[in-house]
């Protein structure tokens, strides 16, 4: 009975945890391409991680996994393009396009861009059905998520590529 | 109009002086990715090596994530690392971190329960805790429901398992020794409980 209620609570665990389950092989993935992760914070039902990309265009890419109700998440990708200013010249230039991009407002599963002087942002968000990304216990469905990852950042880097210097 | 008077030599001075302090800044805000990519490569190993990520939290600096495994054994890693995110204590000391691991197993046995929970009330005897990190290799038993666990606790360098230049984890070697402290961990706690 004891070892019938243990199991039950287990597997209930497990069923619970998909977020991080996910999160987890998140993590795996990137490191595997080579991009070390350089930020963590982590709490119930909210994962976020950064990720050292020194490729042309992208400084780093942050990822947030952020459980709203039962599996449906939210998956963001947040890249940045670091310019190290240094010329008055370019500084007057970027602080007209900060100007122009106060009036712009962020459009959910579009690409907003952000300017913060020496950093330029790309944030993109979508609605994930965490169960679409599994296929079994504990088991994740690399291939879809390994796809749809590719893919968000190389739309984050191709929007932050006109910004590089 | 002003009246400043453009002087190309001062400009460049000045573009000098900022390129120099992108160097100095860099090096601040590395010291604080070390212990993130350790983080990174200590998940990572877990995971090619047969576990699931269950459970993470961290505030940034102490990390906390629990895996299982598909016969369902369960461990668990602590990673402690505020002291070793600051610069002068790296440089003078080495990013040295916490890593306190656990191995988890459930007894579904009443008996076993009662020995797991007399284990843990002498475990709060055994070890403490000086300076900033727990007194290493103490292991310490605990019960949660039906399950016992072990811990102990290492300190590590985390120049010895993060390539330095481009904070890649080495996952190999972090799971090789991660193993070698679940089996002592397994072992101990197989014997208190027999």
């Known amino acids: 009975m004891l070892k019938a209620l243990t199991s039950i609570f287990q597997a209930y665990q497990e069923m619970t945890s998909k977020d991080e389950i996910v999160f987890g092989e998140i993590i795996r993935w990137m490191i595997e391409q080579g991009w070390p992760m350089i930020g963590f914070t982590a709490q119930e039902g909210y994962q976020r991680a950064r990720f050292l990309m020194k490729d042309e265009v992208l400084h780093s890419l942050e990822i947030i996994l952020d459980k709203k109700v039962a599996a449906i998440s939210t998956l963001t990708l947040r890249g940045q393009c670091r310019n190290q200013l240094a010329d008055p010249d370019d500084m007057i230039s970027m602080f007209k396009t900060d100007f122009q991009n106060i009036l712009k407002l962020p459009i959910f599963g579009q690409m907003k861009i952000n300017h913060e002087y020496n950093s330029i942002y790309a944030t993109t968000a979508g609605v994930r059905k965490l169960g679409d990304y599994m296929s079994g216990r504990g088991q994740v469905n690399r291939p879809v998520l390994e796809q749809d990852l590719h893919a968000k950042i190389n739309d984050v880097r191709e929007a932050l590529r006109k910004f590089k210097r | ?194």
């Open chain 2, 1 to 194: 109009m002003n009246n400043v008077t453009f002087n190309q030599e001062l400009e460049d001075r000045f573009i000098q002086l900022v390129q120099s302090s992108w160097d100095t800044y860099s090096q601040f805000e590395q010291a604080s990715w070390i212990d993130d990519a350790m983080m990174g490569g200590v998940i990572a190993a877990h995971l090619q090596n047969g576990f699931f990520m269950l459970d993470c939290i961290s505030d940034g600096s102490s990390h906390y994530a629990r895996f299982v495994n598909e016969q369902r054994d369960r461990v668990v890693v602590r990673l402690m690392s505020k002291a070793g995110e600051d610069i002068v204590f790296a440089r003078t000391l080495g990013n040295i971190a916490g890593l306190q691991l656990s191995f988890q197993r459930s007894y579904p046995d009443i008996s076993k329960i009662v020995k797991a929970m007399k284990s843990e009330l002498k475990s709060n005897l055994a070890g403490g805790k000086s300076s900033d990190f727990p007194d290493p290799g103490v292991f310490k038993i605990d019960a949660e429901g039906t399950t016992a666990s072990c811990e102990t606790s290492i300190l590590v360098e985390l120049k010895d398992y993060v390539d330095a230049k481009t904070f890649l984890p080495d996952t190999q070697k972090i799971w090789a020794h991660c193993q070698a402290v679940y089996q002592s961990l397994e072992k101990y706690l197989a014997g208190v409980m027999a």
